[in-house]
């Protein structure tokens, strides 16, 4: 995983490197269930792709704009009716910001996956998200 957690006041900061768009934004997602699950998160992440998946197609004005509809609509499925996405398929268009694809979706109650963290919002400050064909960069905060 090629995320880390940056300090900020009383909320997590997660910066996030890798080489594509796509694991970029998965690593996101990943960053965002580690804070909310803790280390039971692990779990989660050992499913992978399983199940029946689901369609999922985003489309947004920048690439920071889309992270954080990716992010939030994770967050969403989880505060709405309790799932989770154990795995992912997706393309990211970069350039046109549109994520397109399926994901896994598990019942966290099922897994017995308690939340450690609420997590009530992805802010907008100091939202980033950087991408080229050599390397994706993106940072983003949530309000805990």
């Given at each position: 995983?090629?995320?880390?957690?940056?300090?900020?006041?009383?909320?997590?900061?997660?910066?996030?490197?890798?080489?594509?768009?796509?694991?970029?934004?998965?690593?996101?997602?990943?960053?965002?269930?580690?804070?909310?699950?803790?280390?039971?998160?692990?779990?989660?992440?050992?499913?992978?792709?399983?199940?029946?998946?689901?369609?999922?197609?985003?489309?947004?004005?920048?690439?920071?704009?889309?992270?954080?509809?990716?992010?939030?609509?994770?967050?969403?499925?989880?505060?709405?009716?309790?799932?989770?996405?154990?795995?992912?398929?997706?393309?990211?268009?970069?350039?046109?910001?549109?994520?397109?694809?399926?994901?896994?979706?598990?019942?966290?109650?099922?897994?017995d996956l308690k939340?450690?963290?609420?997590?009530?919002?992805?802010?907008?400050?100091?939202?980033?998200?950087?991408?080229?064909?050599?390397?994706?960069?993106?940072?983003?905060?949530?309000?805990?």
């Open positions: 995983m090629a995320y880390r957690f940056t300090d900020h006041t009383a909320d997590y900061g997660v910066e996030v490197n890798a080489f594509t768009a796509e694991e970029a934004f998965c690593d996101a997602v990943r960053a965002m269930y580690e804070i909310l699950f803790g280390g039971e998160a692990a779990r989660l992440f050992r499913v992978g792709n399983k199940g029946t998946p689901g369609p999922i197609s985003l489309a947004e004005e920048s690439l920071a704009d889309l992270l954080h509809a990716w992010l939030s609509w994770h967050l969403d499925r989880y505060t709405q009716d309790r799932r989770v996405a154990s795995g992912w398929r997706v393309r990211i268009d970069f350039r046109q910001a549109r994520l397109t694809g399926e994901t896994y979706l598990q019942d966290a109650g099922a897994m939340p450690e963290t609420e997590i009530k919002a992805v802010t907008y400050h100091n939202l980033k998200a950087f991408a080229s064909l050599e390397r994706t960069q993106l940072h983003y905060i949530v309000d805990v």
